[in-house]
C-alpha cells in the first residue's frame, strides 16, 4: 500500500515523539482546567516561526523553534495580563490573544511571500503542518524536547502533581508556585512548538487535550493517566502518519487529530467505569433495583397493615401504590425468589404475596433507609 | 457612477471588512460578555464542516443550503460541546478543544479527498481571500454588485434586528439567566438563536477572512469595547464603530505593505484592544495604575490612623503610638515610614509630638479611624 | 529597615502585631493583633467577608501582608514550616483528581520529603495510619470523587495529621459535613490539643463554637476580642463581630447580658 520509506520513518518517529511528549504535557494542562492554552500557544506561535524566518532567511530548524516559543510566551503572558489586570474574563482574553497573534503571523507570512516570490518558504506548512516536510534535524530536536519534557516531568513529579492538585497547599509547604506553574506551562510550550510541523497551529489543541481525555476515562491514578496519554498520543501520531502516507496526498494533521478525537470519543463511550455507556447502564441497573425495591416495600406495607406475612396484595392495589404498571418488576422480583403469585380470588387480578426472603430483604432496606435517614 | 463605486476594489474590500466586523462584534457582544467567547472560536472553525458538507452534496458553489448547513454544524458543535460538558466526564473548555479540531479535520480531509483544486482550498479556509471579494458579482436591477456585499449585508442587517429587537430580553438573558427565566424569557432559546447566528455569519464571512480572523471580528472589538464603558448599547455601539475602524485602517496598512488584508484588519482590532486596555478611562492599565497609587496612600494613611486609633486608649500607648512602633510592628522601612507620616500630617489626620517620636490622632484622624473600624457604623 | 528580631514572643503559638492585609488594594484585614497561647483549640469567627480565610493565608505566606508581621512560636512562618500543619477549604481543590485518598494523603508529607524525593514506604505507613484516625482506613484505595463531602473533608484533616505540625490551621473543616464527620473531626481535634498542640480553626457555627471551643478570635474586618472562650463568648462581643447580622442568631445559649433588640443597619 505504502513504500516504508525514509521519509515516513522520520515522520512517523516525529508524530510519534510529538504524541508521547503532548500526551504527558496535556494530562497536567487538562487537570488545571487550563485546556486551551495550548490552543493559544499554537495559534500565537505563528509570528515566531514567520520571525524566525525572516532574521535568519532560512527554514532551520532552531531559529523557527525559538521564534514561535518567544511569541507562545508573549502570548501566553498577554492573556494573563487581560485576565489578571482587565475586567476580560479568561475566555474572552485567550480567544483574542489567540486570533490577534495568528492574524499578526499571516500578516508576516504574507509579507515574506510577497518579498521571495511565491510561498517558496514553505511557511504555509505550519497551518495544517506538513509531514513531508520533515527532515531528520526536525526528528532530532523533537527528540530532544520530548525527552528533557519527560525528565522534567519525571524528576519533579511529586511536586507537578501537588501543584495541579492543590497549588495552596503546596504553596503553604514552601514549593515556589509561580515558578513551578511557569515551568509547567513552558514545557508545554515546547511539546506545541515542536508539533507545529506536523499538526499545524490550527488544530494543536486537540492533540494536547484529547489523548489526555482519552486517558482519564480509563484511569483514576494519575500516573496511569498520563502513561496511558503518552501512549495514545503516541497512537494517534503514528497511526496519522501511515494513514496519510498511503497515498491520496491527505495533510497528516487532521488525520493524527481525527486520530486522537476517535481514540477520546471510544474511551468517553466504553471505558469501564466512566465509560458514559458503562454508566448509563449502571444507572438503569440502580434505577430497575430502585423500582423493584419500591414494589418490594409496597406489598411488605400491605403485610404489615394486614398482620400477615404472606398477605396475597391484589395487582391493582399495588398498581395503584405504585403508580404506574408493576407488573415487570413484580416479575423480576419473582424470578429473584422475593415474591411469588397465587391465586386468591376468581374474577380478581393475580395476587402476589412475599416470599421469606422477600421479607427479609424488606426489613433490610428499610432499616438501611432509616439508617441513612 | 454606482457600479463604477460597487466594482472598485478601494471602495468594495473595505466596505466587506466593515459589514464582517458589524455583524460579528453584534453578537460578540453578547458572546463575550456571557464568558462564551471560546464557543466563537469554536463555530467559526467548525462551519468549514458544514460549508464542505453542502458542497459535496449539491455540487453548488453558490447554495442558500451554506447557510442552513452551517447553522446547522455550529448548533450541532454548541451542543456536542455542551452534552461532553454535562456529562461530568470533562470540563467545559477541554469539552471544545475535543469538538471543533475534531469537526474542523473531518472537513479539512473531506476537501483534500473530495474537492481538491476547487473552490474552496485549505489556506482560503484559513485566511479568507477579501482582497477579491469584490469579483464575484449578481446582477441587482441591472447593477452588478458583489455578491459578498449582498450577503453581509443581508447578515449584518438580520443581526442587526435581531439585536434590537430582543435587546431587552438578550440583556437579561446575559447578566441573570435565571431572572431571566423566572420571568417567562426562554435564555436558551435566546442564546441558540444567538449561536445560530453566530454559525450564519461565520459562514457567511468564511469566504472574505477565514476561521482563524473571524474569531477576531468576533471576540475582539466587542472586548475592547466593554473596556471603555459599563453600559450595553455603548459596548455594541463601539464595538461596531471599532470594527469598521479597523476594517479601514486596516485596508490601508495593509495595501501600503502589500500583506494580508484580512490579517490586518484583525491586527488593528487588536491594536485598539491594547489601546483600551492601555489607556481606557476606567479599566485601563494608566487609570488603574494612578487609582491604585492612589488607593495605596490612601491605605496606607487609613492603616495608620486605624493603628493610632487602636492603642491611644490602651496602657501601651505610648509604645506603640510611636515611629519606632511603625518600623517595627508595621515593619515599614524609613522612606514609607516617613512618607505616610508626612501625608498624615498634610491631610490633617495627625500630629508628632516635641521629640518627633510620638504619634498622635487629631479628630478628623479618630473620625476616618472609626468609620474604617466600625463601618457598619455609617450611615 | 525592619530590625531583625530574634526568637520573637517564643512562647506564644501564634504572635500577630499590627497587620494589615489588602487585596487587591483593598483592605480586608485592619491592624490585627493576635496573641495564641500554645496547647489551646482556638475558633476564629466573624460573619461572611470578615476576612476569616485571610487571616490564615497572610499566616501562611500565602498572600502577602501590607503592614505588620507574624511570628509562629517566635519564628517567622518561612523559618516555621516544617511546625505547621494547614487544612484549606474543601472547595478549593477539584475532587475529580485521579488519585486515591491514601495519596492525597501523602501529599502532606511532601514537605518533609523536600525537592526531587519521593514518598517511600514509611511514607505509606505514617499516611495510613493517619486515615485510621479519621477512620478513613477502609477507603485508602478509593478514587478521591467517589467520597463523600465529609469522607474527603476527613482525608484532608489526615494529611494535615502527617504534617505532625505543632500549630494547625484549618478553613472550615466543619462546613457541610455529615454529624459522624464533625464527631470525627471534634475528637480528633481535642486529641490534638491533649497532645499540647495549637489549633487554630475557621469556624461557621456559633451554636457549637462554645462546646467545642476554649479560645476565640472574633474578627470582622478587625480583630473584635480574643481570649478564652469563658470570657471572650458574650452578646456584647457577637453583637460587635456580627454587627446587624446578629438578628440571625439564636440569642437564647449565649450567656450574659442577651441583646435586647437586635440592631438592624
Known sequence: ?373 | MLEALLTNPSVVVPLVGALVGVASSLVGTFLVLRGSSLLADAISHSVLLGIVLVYLVTGDQYSPFFIAGAAAVGLLTVFLTELLTRSGRVKADAAIGLVYPFLFAIAVVLINVFARNVHIDTDAVLLGEIGFSWLDTVSVGGVEVPNALMTLGAVTLLNALFVGLFYKELKLATFDPGLAAALGFSPVLLYYLLLGLTSVTAVTAFDAVGAVLLVAFIIVPPSAAYLLTDTLWKTLALGVGIAVASSLLGYLAAIWLNVSIGGTMAVCTGVFLVAAFLFGPRYGLVAQRAQRRRQQGENAARTLVVHLYNHESKEEAGRENSVSALRQHLRWDDAKVSQVTAVGREQGLITLGPKRERLFLTDAGRRLAREVWEPWRRE | MPQPTPRHEPNLALHIEDLTVAYNDKPVLWDIDINVPPGVLAAIIGPNGAGKSTLIKAVLGLLKPSAGHIYLHGEPYAKQRRRVGYVPQRSSVDWDFPTTALDVVTMGLYGQLGWLRRPGRAARTKALSALEQVGMADYAERQISQLSGGQQQRVFLARALVQDAQVYFMDEPMAGVDATTERVIIGLLKKLREQGKTVIVVHHDLQTVATYFDFLLLLNVRLIAQGKTSEVYTAENLRAAYGGQIALLQTAQIPQTPPTVAETV
Open chain 1, 1 to 373: 500500500m505504502f513504500e516504508f520509506d525514509f521519509t515516513l520513518r522520520n515522520v512517523m518517529l516525529g508524530a510519534a515523539l510529538l504524541g508521547v511528549s503532548s500526551g504527558v504535557l496535556g494530562s497536567f494542562a487538562l487537570l488545571r482546567q487550563q485546556s486551551l492554552l495550548g490552543d493559544a500557544l499554537a495559534h500565537a506561535a505563528l509570528p515566531g516561526v514567520c520571525l524566525g524566518f525572516l532574521l535568519t532567511g532560512s527554514r532551520e530548524p532552531l531559529p523557527i523553534f525559538v521564534g514561535a516559543l518567544l511569541s507562545g510566551a508573549l502570548a501566553a503572558g498577554f492573556t494573563m495580563l487581560l485576565t489578571s489586570r482587565s475586567r476580560l474574563k479568561t475566555d474572552a482574553a485567550l480567544g483574542a490573544s489567540l486570533s490577534i497573534f495568528f492574524a499578526f503571523g499571516l500578516v508576516l507570512l504574507t509579507f515574506i511571500q510577497s518579498r521571495s516570490g511565491s510561498g517558496q518558504a514553505g511557511l504555509e506548512a505550519f497551518l495544517f503542518g506538513q509531514a513531508a516536510a520533515i527532515v531528520p534535524s526536525d526528528v532530532r530536536l523533537m527528540a530532544v524536547v520530548a525527552v528533557a519534557a519527560l525528565l522534567t516531568v519525571a524528576l519533579l513529579w511529586k511536586e507537578f502533581k501537588l501543584l495541579t492538585f492543590d497549588p495552596q497547599f503546596a504553596a503553604s509547604l514552601g514549593f515556589p508556585r509561580l515558578p513551578l506553574e511557569l515551568l509547567l506551562t513552558s514545557i508545554l510550550a515546547f511539546a506545541i512548538v515542536i508539533g507545529l510541523q506536523l499538526v499545524g497551529v490550527v488544530l494543536m489543541a486537540a492533540i494536547i487535550i484529547a489523548p489526555a481525555a482519552a486517558a482519564r476515562q480509563w484511569s483514576d491514578s494519575l500516573g496511569q493517566m498520563v502513561g496511558l496519554a503518552a501512549l495514545f498520543g503516541a497512537l494517534a501520531g503514528v497511526s496519522g502518519a501511515l494513514l496519510s502516507a498511503s497515498g491520496r496526498g491527505l495533510a497528516t494533521g487532521p488525520l493524527i487529530i481525527i486520530a486522537a478525537s476517535l481514540i477520546a470519543l471510544a474511551s468517553l463511550l466504553f471505558a469501564p467505569e466512566r465509560g458514559l455507556i458503562a454508566s448509563a447502564y449502571r444507572a438503569r441497573g440502580a434505577r430497575r433495583e430502585l423500582e423493584q425495591q419500591r414494589v418490594l416495600l409496597d406489598m411488605y406495607g400491605l403485610a404489615q397493615q394486614h398482620s400477615d406475612p404472606s398477605y396475597p396484595s391484589e395487582s391493582g392495589m399495588l398498581r395503584a401504590l405504585y403508580g404506574g404498571s408493576p407488573e415487570a418488576q413484580l416479575r423480576r422480583l419473582e424470578a429473584a425468589g422475593l415474591a411469588e403469585h397465587t391465586t386468591h380470588v376468581p374474577g380478581e387480578g393475580t395476587h402476589y404475596r412475599l416470599t421469606e426472603a422477600g421479607w427479609a430483604r424488606a426489613e433490610a432496606a428499610l432499616n438501611s433507609l432509616g439508617h441513612h435517614a
